[in-house]
């Protein structure tokens, strides 16, 4: 493509009504040019599909990431410590005091094991379930 300041420099394009005629026309087709490339809608892209396996089957870090709440009653004391706030020792208090008491039976049983405070409750009781 000619620049506009090169043709504009050579005089003879533009003498008569057929210069103005070819200035009118490169301006049309850059103005046309830049209004096409804004209102075309975009190109369509492809879309992956996505298959999610079964969350019995996911590991609890897989779960913590998608969102789906982690067991206290199934899950292995490493699988607790995908919870945020839940460190290897509270898990593993977790897991003794499961097995103590054949599972528990409501979520608020964490409060009497020793280094979960109710604040600390607050915060994991959301990544938890029976």
Known sequence: MI???WIM??????????????LFLLL?????????????????????KVFIQDSGKMSPFQRMTLGIPISVNTDTALGLTAVPGI?????AAIVRSRERRGGFTQLNELLSIRGISAS???????????
């Open 28 to 48: 049309l087709i850059n103005f046309l040019g830049g209004a096409m490339k804004t209102s075309l809608p975009p190109e369509p892209q492809l879309v992956r």
């Open 87 to 91: 460190g290897p020792k509270t898990a």
């Open 9 to 22: 420099r050579k005089k003879k394009y533009f003498s008569g009504a057929g210069g103005f005629f070819l």
């Open 3 to 5: 620049p506009l300041a």
């Open 120 to 130: 600390l409750y607050g915060k994991i009781s959301v990544y938890l379930t029976l």
